[in-house]
């Protein structure tokens, strides 16, 4: 959607995202029947690993799924004319969401070397026949709003001075900010891993992205009256979603403690060193930093739920000297998420690793 950039700041930010909460109310209908949906795993992957190539905004990637789930929705394809589509879907939502020079040549999308591992070779032609088939399909109407349509205008007021972290107040407020704005992109990117999160909707996901960063971070109030107010959601109708962020969350870390914990001793000793002269440091070696651990509290964990290709959070000038840290989980794929509780309170139990006041 043409959309002027950082929107959320300009003096039409309450106008366009009422029209993107109007517009999200008559999104097509997602029934999860595809024949192929143990698939889509792997190519909301594929989605992803190409747009990060290209560096395409958040909105094109998220976009790009959200139509490949939609088509897979309504048709029965084989998995070879899937690549053809997901790239497809790609490059329609680059081309909506994206500036001309930014949206992926045919050239450049043949020599990636995942194209040549899947031995698929696109053709002008047969984008230009899947292309059409995606519009005719949707309509011709690519205007659907997704969870990152959201997210920034969420983000601009998720942080405030008057929070207080752990039960003192921000001393630095503009870190505190940019650790929010890393987990809550974090998030955002789990909401992409599986179908689940399509019965939400998409300012709703958004919403809940921002709840489950500010419980990680331990800021309190958890949902402050001004992010109700701006989201139009109480804190009841995020719990159900914001269960499933941070089971993934939990699982993510759980599988980043299992293989460092695989490596050799003298290796794993080495990793636990904290770096001070800025150089960047692996999950596994800021996970396993004494004193920031998370704690694995067998009464509030899960074990297995969601997973996610390799994600990372990184986010330079840190709380502590000064050095780049990093999180990078890379799990197993799953497609179904276990039906468990999970208690999600105001205080969450679950230290933030990479937050200092």
């Known amino acids: 959607m043409e959309l002027e950039e950082q929107w959320w700041r300009g003096q039409l930010a309450a106008d366009i995202y009422q029209a993107l909460r109007y517009k999200e109310l008559k999104l097509p209908s997602y029934k999860g029947q595809s024949p192929q949906l143990n698939l889509r795993r792997y190519f909301a992957d594929l989605i992803a690993i190409v747009s990060n190539r290209f560096r395409l905004c958040p909105a094109a990637r998220h976009l790009a799924v959200y139509l490949l789930d939609l088509f897979?929705?309504?048709?029965?394809?084989?998995?070879?004319?899937?690549?053809?589509?997901?790239?497809?879907?790609?490059?329609?939502?680059?081309?909506?969401?994206?500036?001309?020079?930014?949206?992926?040549?045919?050239?450049?999308?043949?020599s990636l070397g995942c194209m040549s591992s899947m031995n698929l070779v696109l053709t002008k032609q047969g984008l230009l026949h899947m292309e059409l088939l995606l519009l005719e399909t949707f309509q011709w109407n690519l205007y659907?709003?997704?969870?990152?349509?959201?997210?920034?205008?969420?983000?601009?007021?998720?942080?405030?001075?008057?929070?207080?972290?752990?039960?003192?107040?921000?001393?630095?407020?503009?870190?505190?900010k940019l650790y929010m704005a890393k987990y809550a992109d974090y998030f955002l990117e789990v909401s992409l891993q599986d179908h689940v999160f399509l019965r939400f909707a998409p300012s709703?996901?958004?919403?809940?992205?921002?709840?489950?960063?500010?419980?990680?971070?331990?800021?309190?109030?958890?949902?402050?009256?001004?992010?109700?107010?701006?989201?139009?959601?109480?804190?009841?109708?995020?719990?159900?979603?914001?269960?499933?962020?941070?089971?993934?969350?939990?699982?993510?870390?759980?599988e980043a403690n299992k293989q460092n914990c695989q490596q050799p001793s003298q290796q794993q000793q080495q990793q636990m060193v904290y770096h001070s002269s800025g150089q960047t440091s692996t999950g596994a070696q800021y996970l396993h930093r004494p004193g920031m651990q998370y704690p694995q509290q067998a009464n509030h964990r899960p074990s297995s739920y969601l997973?996610?290709?390799?994600?990372?959070?990184?986010?330079?000038?840190?709380?502590?000297?000064g050095s780049t840290q990093a999180?990078?989980?890379?799990?197993?794929?799953?497609?179904?998420?276990t039906n468990r509780a999970y208690q999600v309170s105001m205080h969450y139990t679950c230290a933030a690793p990479c937050f200092d006041r």
């Not at 053809?84 to 043949?110: G, T, Y």
């Not at 001004?226 to 499933?244: I, Q």
């Not at 997973?307 to 000297?321: F, R, V």
């Open 72 to 110: 897979m929705d309504r048709y029965d394809v084989t998995v070879q004319q899937l690549h053809m589509i997901s790239l497809s879907c790609l490059l329609l939502a680059s081309k909506f969401e994206e500036r001309e020079d930014r949206v992926p040549k045919l050239e450049i999308l043949n």
């Open 144 to 176: 659907l709003p997704t969870a990152a349509h959201f997210i920034e205008y969420y983000l601009s007021i998720a942080v405030h001075e008057g929070d207080l972290h752990d039960g003192w107040p921000l001393t630095f407020l503009e870190k505190t």
């Open 204 to 254: 709703l996901v958004a919403a809940a992205c921002v709840a489950a960063s500010r419980l990680i971070l331990h800021l309190s109030p958890t949902w402050p009256p001004r992010l109700l107010h701006l989201t139009g959601y109480a804190w009841e109708s995020l719990v159900p979603c914001a269960e499933k962020l941070l089971m993934a969350h939990d699982s993510d870390v759980k």
């Open 307 to 321: 997973s996610h290709s390799a994600t990372t959070l990184q986010a330079s000038n840190g709380p502590q000297h």
């Open 327 to 337: 999180i990078t989980t890379s799990l197993d794929p799953k497609s179904t998420i």
